[in-house]
């Protein structure tokens, strides 16, 4: 009996790590609308984001706004779920010595992902919310220079 009794412990165990194994990732792949080209086109010029799908952890963007035949902004992001939680890290050369600036996951929906970094200089918070399919609206936002400040992007998706 103590041998069935055992037996039956341990499958369970297995059981139940490979169940947890297989949730792991299943944060990230709330966020599969996120992947593809998305634009937003002003007349100061056009923001790009452009999300792949690295593996089943981790999603990769370039980011970038041109202007005429400029670039005036360039960002790389990763998307990476390590454990329960969700990372985004943003990386701008010439700003934190190169290195990646991350924004831990703090709220999520369906259609909206919410990611903050309270220490970080400006922004502290970066908010995805999805409108339709081909839809989106980015927001970043904090405290610069001692006031409230927000800026929004709509997006559409063009892959």
């Not at 690295?54 to 992001?77: G, R, V």
């Not at 909206?112 to 919310?129: A, C, G, M, R, S």
């Not at 970043?140 to 892959?159: A, C, F, N, R, V």
Request: hydrophobic content about 30%.
């Amino acid at each position: 009996m103590f041998q069935k009794t055992t037996f039956i412990l341990l499958l369970l165990a297995i059981v139940s790590c490979k169940n947890s194994e297989a949730n792991e990732k299943d944060k990230i792949k709330k966020t599969d609308w996120l992947l593809g080209k998305w634009e937003n086109k002003v007349d100061e010029g056009s923001l790009s984001e452009n999300w792949k799908r690295l593996n089943d952890s981790t999603f990769q963007a370039e980011s970038f706004f041109i202007k005429d035949k400029d670039t005036l902004h360039f960002e790389s992001i990763t998307l990476q779920q390590k454990g329960e939680e969700l990372f985004y890290n943003a990386t701008v050369k010439g700003q934190n010595s190169d290195k990646p600036v991350p924004f831990k996951m703090t709220s999520e929906t369906e259609k909206k992902l919410v990611f903050e970094n309270p220490k970080h200089d400006y922004p502290q918070k970066i908010t995805y919310t999805l409108i339709t399919k081909d839809s989106l609206i980015a927001e970043i936002s904090g405290i610069q220079l001692g006031k409230p400040s927000s800026e929004k992007y709509g997006m559409k998706k063009l892959e």
